[in-house]
């Protein structure tokens, strides 16, 4: 190890200009279109997937706003979520408060335990904020089991969570809409909604100041950014942004159980956001949909090997794109610029 | 009184496996920079390749150092064909390369060796040491060989010219390359040296954990949070934090009432992130001054 190091050797993740985090409104305007289409030809199943992807989506973008924008690492993303989902399902179960308004509730309960965590974790930085994360990913599930809250919480058993109906406005109108249907829709207006939030954010005079930390925080800091602030508050956005996903996640699932979140679901979510590209909310897309199908589709190669199959997927994507579905949709950019000019 | 010195002894028989882990952890970040993920599975496979070797009829120490061997090799091996092309890719990058490592490995292990635990020999026998009950003398051997170890790596590192020149590469790689050093061939070293060392830990571990795929998933854990509260610079900080993971982990499982085994973990993972924020660079680890 080196006693002198300079600081600007080497940044967590390449600095992203913040015009690149978004789509243009063409794109945008395509992928929605796609995406509001779709469920209308497909089967039950499919669109269940589908929800799971958007949900997936939603927390791989909350880890992206940490990462990417503030230049924090987190391994912990599944206590958050975990959390959110907890909160929602207690809600409803204990609480009989309608699915709809759980979320919010759970966004604000795992924007505090986000801001909180922050706080320590500010002391701490690259391999030591992941161990520091790593822990809290793997204490969550035993906490969650512990005898104390069982009454809350359903121990080891978990909960069961009631399935929403669509709204009989609906029925009256002579739309037949059946309950996974009508809970992705509902999923992917809350989605549009987060990433509309969270590029305004990004775009703001805030996600300039977590961008700024992220590139140099020395620089930073002696531009007047309250550096501790914003740290903390990326932290508590990212939580509280993958709380409502957490929520989510545990309404379409019908079911919250300590070993649904372990480490596991944290590296998959790591995963998701390499995949997508670090620094493009786009790619959250890219990066829930290679967590939702590719576990699927390795076990369709190979039932016995399908770990091994998972692996080579995930390396050959490193290998082709290092820098994840961003550089794909550059590439496809700069095809279409050049097809323009001809 | 009698109780605590017990448990602080079974605390430094766990110890042992963590920093014999730790070691090998601290190996491959002094080499690579980062932490290997799938440094568990590495030795989880190694530790098969002996058993194998010696299911063939290969006795345990001839097995021992051709599974040295092959470890040597096959770090070398995952580094040129795996990491070197990436070694332009962002950190993220790297880290889901150790996460996609971690999943082949586990997933061929399991395919070839099935998941029902193994027994595995020691070579120091599983009487009680001295007389102890809660010492073996596999333990015993096992705290042994982790001392040789360091000893060794110490001796390498500071008076031997690969030893100093691995140092230098890791450092300072432009720096190294213009006095003539192939960095990149110590990188590959450093892999080589470090699946080695897992190695040895796999095979000193299985005796206690049992052999199975997932033999490795708590212990390197428990491995990497030992390495960080030591400092990840240094070697001896490693063993030292190995000794006091398994010693905490043992007294609050004695001491502070309705902690069973359930809560061990988070506890001693909660104490590390205590070190971590009072002291950022672990125990032993130097702090690196920033040049602005």
Redesign the interface.
């Known amino acids: 190890m080196s006693t002198v190091q300079d600081v600007t050797a080497a940044p967590v993740i390449d600095a992203v200009p913040k015009k690149a985090m978004s789509l243009g409104p063409l794109a945008s305007l395509i992928i929605l279109a796609l995406l509001v289409v779709t469920p209308l030809f497909v089967k039950n199943f499919i669109i269940f997937q589908m929800t799971m992807w958007l949900i997936y989506a939603i927390a791989v973008l909350a880890l992206n706003i940490l990462t990417g924008a503030s230049g924090q690492f987190s391994l912990g993303q599944s206590a958050f979520y975990a959390l959110g989902a907890y909160t929602s399902a207690i809600l409803m179960e204990h609480g009989d408060i309608n699915y709809a308004l759980t979320l919010p509730v759970a966004g604000v309960i795992c924007f505090v335990a986000g801001f909180l965590f922050g706080l320590p974790a500010l002391r701490l930085s690259g391999v030591y904020l992941a161990l520091a994360t790593f822990a809290l990913a793997t204490a969550m599930p035993q906490l969650l089991k512990l005898g104390v809250f069982e009454h809350w919480t359903g121990g080891v058993q978990g909960l069961v969570v009631t399935k929403p109906d669509a709204p009989e406005i609906l029925a009256t109108l002579g739309l037949k809409v059946s309950q996974d249907m009508w809970l992705y829709y509902f999923t992917l207006a809350v989605s549009i909604l987060i990433y509309i939030l969270s590029v305004n954010l990004l775009k703001s005079r805030s996600g300039r100041a977590m961008m700024a930390i992220r590139d140099n925080e020395i620089a930073a800091s002696a531009m007047g950014v309250d550096v501790s602030l914003y740290k903390t508050l990326a932290f508590g956005v990212s939580a509280g942004i993958t709380g409502i996903a957490g929520g989510l996640g545990a309404i379409a699932v019908q079911f919250v159980a300590p070993d649904g979140y372990t480490i596991q679901l944290a590296v998959a979510l790591f995963l998701g956001m390499v995949v997508g590209g670090v620094g493009w909310l786009p790619g959250s897309l890219a990066g829930a949909a290679f967590i939702v199908f590719v576990p699927n589709i390795a076990e369709s190669v190979s039932k016995g090997l399908s770990g091994a199959v998972f692996g080579v997927i995930l390396i050959l994507i490193i290998f082709l794109l290092p820098h994840g579905s961003r550089q794909l949709a550059y590439g496809a950019q700069r095809l279409i610029g050049k097809f323009r000019k001809n | 009184m009698e109780l605590f010195t017990n448990q602080v002894l079974a605390g430094i028989a766990t110890g042992a496996i963590y920093a014999c882990m730790a070691l090998a952890v601290v190996m491959i970040y002094?080499a690579i920079d980062?932490?290997n993920f799938a440094q568990g599975e590495m030795a989880m496979f190694s530790t098969f390749v002996a058993w194998q070797l010696m299911q063939w009829g290969v006795p345990y120490w001839g097995a021992f150092i051709l599974t040295l061997a092959f470890s040597f090799v096959g770090g070398i091996v995952i580094e040129r064909a795996?990491f070197k092309?990436?070694a332009?890719?962002?950190?993220?990058?790297h880290?889901?390369?150790f996460?996609?490592?971690?999943?082949?490995i586990?997933?061929?292990a399991?395919?070839t060796w099935d998941f029902t635990i193994k027994q595995f020999p020691s070579p120091f026998g599983s009487s009680p040491f001295l007389g102890s009950q809660l010492i073996s003398t596999h333990q015993a051997g096992m705290i042994g060989v982790t001392l040789i170890l360091l000893l060794l790596l110490f001796v390498f590192f500071r008076y031997t010219r690969v030893g100093l020149a691995m140092r230098a590469a890791?450092?300072?790689p432009e720096s190294a390359r213009l006095v003539g050093i192939n960095t990149s061939w110590m990188i590959a070293l450093g892999w080589g040296m470090a699946a080695a060392i897992g190695s040895i830990a796999g095979m000193l571990i299985a005796p206690v954990v049992f052999l199975e795929p997932n033999m490795m998933g708590g212990v390197l854990?428990y491995g990497?949070?030992a390495a960080?509260v030591g400092g990840?610079?240094s070697p001896l900080g490693a063993v030292v934090g190995g000794f006091l993971v398994g010693i905490f982990e043992n007294l609050v499982g004695t001491y502070i009432p309705g902690v069973g085994n359930?809560?061990k973990?988070?506890i001693a993972?909660?104490l590390?992130?205590t070190v971590?924020?009072v002291k950022?660079n672990g125990l032993f680890g130097?702090a690196?001054?920033?040049?602005?």
């Open positions: 002094q980062h932490l795996l092309p990436l332009k890719a962002p950190v993220l990058t880290v889901a390369g996460i996609a490592l971690f999943a082949i586990n997933s061929v399991g395919l890791a450092s300072m854990i990497f949070a960080v990840l610079s359930e809560l973990l988070p993972l909660a590390i992130i971590l924020v950022p130097r690196i001054v920033k040049r602005v």
